[in-house]
């Protein structure tokens, strides 16, 4: 079968950055194909490139054969290429209908005509099985089905190259599930797929080939059936991952955090945590896995006093902390990596010496008199940086904005640390990080669990969960399925309670 | 108390038209993502151009209705062209709307007078005569609701009343009105489904500066008669009430009116009797805490579009 | 060291688009400007009548950068800055106090007032998160209504119903050893405080903790609330401090420049205060540079006009449209790095220099969505 898209040495530069340096990729007809690489190996800018959001520098397109010059997202249309973004592009109070007609409206004489709209979209709908309500309002249907909408969108546009951008962080492991099938079915109605992500695991369920890129070069394209994933996670790094973590049997002591009964509203004022327990003692790291959105940010900000509980008492060392402000919590020992690293870790113009006092810049001997004392605050960052070996273009004194994600990760877990506290919750430390920061980052963890600390961690990725806890909570519509020693279970059987499955309930 | 309210309805709705096709215009600027505070400015230059193009127009052709159109016609224009200063820095350069928008306020009414001052001496511009109330056959014979609505009106309230509905029209029922609401409200989902952003948050905002430009001259060529530089904070006054409506054209419509009935009450307050015992510093002061206090209950709800006043990187995801 | 050339490229494009209205409208653009500087500098007499135009700028400026600085768009200075006024003036036309004492509570009704006048925007914004750029909007004109009512009523002058009572001579700011100093100018011991409250604004913004938190609560409030920094008391406290200072340009203004209070208007002041920030790049010595700068425009333009008959709404227009030129200071941003980009392109050919590689490219891209910075 012939090639439907060949991209061959593409090359895209943006101010300081290369983000494509020579990357070649050919997808052939009727199969799904996919673009494995690292976060920042340059994924997202080659296929941005593809659907005509950025021009390539060097290297040409061609489609179906033919060399194109595809200008706009519209040009891609035109060519039949549809993508369905990380994020989603939907407008959230608009219709399924409105969402999807956007951009290539029918009209009856000056009117819209949402009708006969809804009605190819339904019928699209029945014939790939998607399940979706052309009346519904986006932002009342979950996230699975905004998916699914996102489909019908390229599905309406005629589009026969479908692409794909990490189409399962979203997503729970039946959706997951129900995604590859709803792929298969547009492989077998003709179309061409290609899906980026980075989760082997995946590849390997659905994928027919496979294209490795590392810091935005073409490592290599193969067979997924004759590739192990072991071979696929080299290619990607480009040396011998072990995906096991290093560390010794946990010896837990006292518990430091007890959670008992706890109860606390999401933004929307509707229970986002139900009668949760938990303890963590002093020299483990408890895991909390789960789907996105299904309480771990309660949960998190429930223990820091970022959000106030509705009951429940929150037990640590020994007292009940509920009632103690953000600052008195931090006071009393507990660190937060919090999820966001720049919506809520930094400060992103403020310079790194003075993001490193965050929460001490009133404390001697940082101030005196309400007066700060930059001295001692750029002796401490200095060593904070160094001895987290964080990485910037004029050591203390450089604005945070300019530093990589891995370096202001880094920052940000040194803080924690420096304030050596005696609870440390870690939420998503790795997200969107290089292998390299990743293993640092674990290592650093499980240090702190050597010294004694008590570590919670909360994580989207199961791996990391698996690999770094010791002990693994499961949180499934804000409430607890089940605990589980890290030791004596797998990814099987989280993913089931993950699901909302008890444990021995199924499987 | 009936005859009091029936004698101030004609003044409320004179002077609600100019605050509704300010507030109207706002609506298409803010739809599209762009928040615009320079109405007051832009109600200025549409003042100025207006009362200056009758004011020639009158002195060439007395008496003559028409020049009053080409009046608006004028101020219009003018207040597209102006708006674009706005335009350019909001959607090319990714400027702060407010600091754009207050230049532009600034910029309007410095340099109106200026003109003006070149132009009369005094700064003042006078037209002769502004356009001819009139009482409308049949329907102003229609108990209560004809004394109320249909006497004594302009023509320019029954065309911008027009305007408001095809607006109306055109925001809700057409691919234009669509595609301008996206922008507003996610202009990632638009341009990824190929709507230019520029393209649609430029027409935001020159709609938004024609239709100030009318509403300043509509206040020139029915009750003012005379620029003098300044329009005593309509502008502002339509912004609130683009707020209180919650950017929904009858939901502007019930707000500006409910504004220029309070104001018209407290610019009368003091000749009517019923209305003495209230002190006139409350009833002007009242919209405004109104507004605030709107603001404060529509907080956990505002409609308000979710894009406005975020400059759009296309880059960004 | 970029910050003060954008400013001045700033500046330099309102004269020569005001050179150009001049021309336009029939004018000797260099005759315009030599009268409007001889205007403002001539001698001593004037230089202390240009200083004490700043005055009030430099008050505002500083109300503005400071609340630029804290991640607040306080626009509501015109109305603080009456509000102050109106305080003092009702002091000063109340109270018979020893001249020293009188004028201390002139001065603290002042900032009194004006922090008054921006608490309530401060806690709308804090509690329910409603935006003070409209909040201010709707103070601005209340205290507008409020003042056009309550001076006729309670503080009216002999003559004129649009003006107070002239306050007495111990309830003014002017000080004879100014006066003299500066050859009978009006300028007075406003601008000595204005001198005190750019020190002072600028030790808070640069050197204490205070700064530090409201700086933080600015940038990035979600960041400040995780490290324990109270956001919603920061908040208010910006905005008090910020609507403190428009105040004190109240009690310059009506009982140190004028010695009585006027109706029917929000005072210019309070909106040029935007563009003396913006000029200023938010920082308070360049709050009193560029303050200085448009008193000169001010002070100026009434001799300019009588010698020359150029309008002297001249200056107005030139300052509004440095605020335009200010506002769209990316352009020559951009210009300025794509000179640099040209430059050492050329030095170091096809090498582009990647020091610290940011996340994203988009994120490098990512515009700065603060004002003043």
Excluded at chain 1, 299 to 323: F, P
Excluded at chain 1, 325 to 347: C, F, K, T, W
């Amino acid at each position: 079968m012939g090639y439907v898209v060949e991209m061959v040495n593409i090359r895209k530069e943006f101010p300081g950055v290369v983000a494509n340096d020579d990357i070649t990729l050919r997808l052939e007809q009727g199969e799904i194909h996919a673009l494995l690489g690292e976060n920042g190996a340059g994924k997202s800018t080659l296929m941005s490139i593809l659907f005509g959001m950025y021009q390539p520098d060097r290297g040409h397109i061609q489609v179906r054969g033919k060399e194109m010059k595809i200008a706009s997202p519209n040009v891609a249309n035109d060519l039949g290429i549809g993508m369905v973004h990380q994020h989603f592009k939907l407008v959230g109070n608009f219709t399924v209908t409105e969402n999807i007609v956007l951009g290539s409206e029918l009209r009856k004489g000056p009117v819209l005509d949402l009708k006969t709209a809804a009605k190819k979209i339904e019928a699209l709908s029945k014939r790939y099985g998607l399940n979706v309500d052309p009346y519904a309002k986006i932002e009342n249907i979950s996230v699975g089905m905004q998916q699914r909408v996102e489909i019908l969108k390229m599905l309406y546009r005629d589009a026969e190259i479908l692409i794909f951008d990490e189409p399962t962080a979203v997503l729970t492991p039946q959706e997951i599930e129900e995604l590859m099938k709803i792929m298969r079915n547009l492989i077998k109605e003709g179309k061409s797929i290609i899906v980026i992500t980075h989760k082997l695991k995946e590849i390997k369920a659905v994928a027919d080939r496979c294209t490795v890129i590392r810091r935005g070069k073409t490592i290599g394209t193969v067979n997924v059936a004759e590739t192990s994933e072991q071979a696929m996670a080299e290619m990607m790094v480009g040396r011998n991952v072990s995906f096991k973590v290093d560390k010794k049997p946990a010896a837990p002591g006292e518990t430091v955090l007890k959670l008992e009964h706890l109860n606390v509203n999401n933004s929307k004022k509707v229970l986002g945590l139900a009668d949760f327990s938990l303890e963590v003692r002093a020299g483990e790291i408890v895991g909390v896995a789960g789907v996105e959105g299904n309480g771990q940010s309660e949960l998190v900000e429930a223990i820091t006093g970022l959000r106030k509980i509705e009951s429940g008492t929150i037990w640590y060392n020994g007292h009940d902390i509920a009632k103690l402000s953000i600052r008195d919590r931090i006071y009393e020992g507990i660190g937060h990596i919090p999820e966001d690293r720049q919506r809520r870790g930094l400060v992103l113009d403020y310079t790194l010496e003075e993001n490193m006092v965050l929460q001490i810049y009133n404390r001697k001997p940082f101030a005196k008199g309400g007066i700060l004392r930059r001295q001692a605050i750029r002796s401490y960052a200095d060593k904070i940086l160094k001895s987290f070996d964080v990485r910037s273009g004029q050591g203390p004194i450089s604005v945070v904005r300019s530093l990589s994600g891995g370096n202001q990760q880094k920052a940000i877990i040194g803080r924690e640390i420096e304030l050596d506290p005696n609870l440390l919750i870690a939420v998503q430390p790795t997200r969107g990080l290089d292998v390299g920061s990743i293993e640092y980052i674990h290592k650093r963890l499980i240090e702190q669990r050597d010294k004694g600390k008590a570590v919670l961690l909360i994580s989207l990725e199961l791996d990391e969960i698996l690999n770094v806890s010791d002990r693994i909570a499961v949180l499934n519509h804000g409430q607890l399925v089940g605990e589980v020693l890290a030791s004596e279970t797998n990814e099987n059987e989280i993913g089931l309670m993950m699901a909302g499955v008890q444990r021995g309930e199924g499987a | 108390m009936w005859d009091t309210i029936a004698n101030i309805f004609p003044y409320a709705i004179v002077y609600t038209i100019p605050l509704l096709i300010t507030a109207l215009g706002a609506l298409f600027s803010e739809r599209s993502g762009i928040v615009n505070i320079g109405l007051e400015g832009l109600m200025i230059v549409g003042a100025f151009a207006g009362a200056l193009t009758i004011n020639k127009l009158q002195a060439a052709y007395p008496g003559e209705q028409w020049t009053l159109w080409v009046g608006l016609v004028a101020a219009f224009v003018i207040g597209v062209l102006f708006s674009l200063l706005h335009a350019f820095a909001s959607i090319n350069l990714s400027a702060n709307q407010v600091i754009s928008g207050t230049a532009i306020n600034m910029v309007a009414g410095s340099l109106t007078i200026f003109l003006a001052r070149n132009i009369t001496g005094s700064g003042n511009i006078r037209i002769l005569q502004g356009f001819r109330k009139f009482d409308i056959p049949v329907l102003s014979d229609i108990p209560i609701i004809g004394r109320l609505f249909f006497s004594q009106t302009y023509w320019t309230t029954w065309f911008i009343l027009g305007v408001l509905i095809l607006s109306t029209f055109l925001l809700f029922k057409t691919r234009f009105g669509l595609r301008l609401r996206s922008c507003g409200e996610h202009p990632h989902a638009a341009e990824a489904a190929g709507v230019s952003v520029r393209k649609m948050r430029y027409m935001g905002v020159m709609i938004s500066g024609g239709f100030a430009g009318l509403g300043g001259a509509i206040i020139i060529s029915t009750y003012s008669g005379e620029f003098n530089g300044s329009v005593a904070g309509l502008g502002f006054l339509a912004l609130a009430a683009l707020i209180f409506g919650q950017w929904k054209p009858l939901g502007v419509l019930a707000a500006t009116f409910f504004f220029g009935f309070a104001s018209t009450i407290a610019n009368v307050s003091q000749v009517i009797p019923s209305f003495q015992v209230i002190p006139a510093v409350i009833l002007k002061v009242f919209p405004y805490v109104v507004t605030l206090i709107a603001l404060v209950l529509f907080s956990k709800s505002s409609q308000a579009p979710k894009a406005a006043g975020e400059p759009f990187d296309s880059g960004k995801r | 060291m970029k910050k003060a050339i954008v400013s001045l490229l700033a500046v330099i494009l309102g004269l020569v688009a005001g050179a150009l209205l001049m021309i336009f409208t029939g004018h000797d653009p260099i005759e315009g400007y030599r009268f409007l500087i001889t205007g403002a500098l001539k001698n001593r007499e004037r230089i202390g009548n240009t200083l004490a135009t700043a005055t009030p700028l430099i008050f505002t400026g500083l109300s503005l950068a400071f609340s630029f600085r804290t991640g607040l768009f306080n626009i509501g200075a015109p109305g603080q800055m009456l509000f102050g006024g109106l305080c003092a003036t009702a002091v000063g036309l109340t109270f018979d106090l020893p001249r020293v004492l009188l004028l201390i509570v002139m001065i603290l009704a002042a900032f009194i007032g004006g922090a008054l006048w921006a608490l309530i925007p401060g806690i709308l914004k804090a509690k329910f998160n409603v935006h003070e750029v409209v909040s201010t909007i709707m103070m601005n004109w209340s205290c507008y209504w409020i003042v056009y009512y309550a001076v006729p009523a309670y503080f009216k002058g002999p003559s004129l119903e649009t003006e107070s009572k002239l306050l007495p001579e111990a309830a003014s700011l002017k000080a004879s050893f100014m006066t003299d100093l500066f050859n009978g100018s009006y300028v007075n011991l406003g601008f000595l405080l204005a001198i005190i409250a750019v020190i002072v604004i600028g030790f808070i913004i640069n050197k204490t903790t205070l700064g530090y938190e409201l700086k933080a609560v600015g940038y990035n409030r979600d960041a400040a609330e995780y490290a324990g920094i109270a956001v919603n008391r920061g908040i208010i406290t910006s905005m008090l401090i910020s609507g403190g200072l428009a105040g004190l340009a109240g009690v310059a203004q009506y009982a140190g420049n004028a010695s009585n209070i006027q109706i029917g208007l929000l005072p210019s002041q309070g909106f040029d205060g935007i563009a003396v920030a913006l000029l200023g790049a938010s920082a308070p010595g360049g709050v009193f540079l560029s303050a200085i700068f448009f008193g000169v425009l001010y002070s100026g333009r009434g001799f300019m006009n009588a010698m020359t008959d150029i309008p002297p709404e001249i200056a107005d227009t030139i300052i509004a449209i440095i605020i335009y030129f200010a506002a769209t200071s990316i352009l020559f941003e951009r210009l300025i790095s794509f000179l640099k980009r040209r430059r050492t392109n050329k030095a170091e050919p096809g090498k582009p220099s990647a020091p610290d590689k940011p996340d994203s490219p988009a994120e490098a891209a990512k515009p700065v969505g603060r004002v003043g910075e």
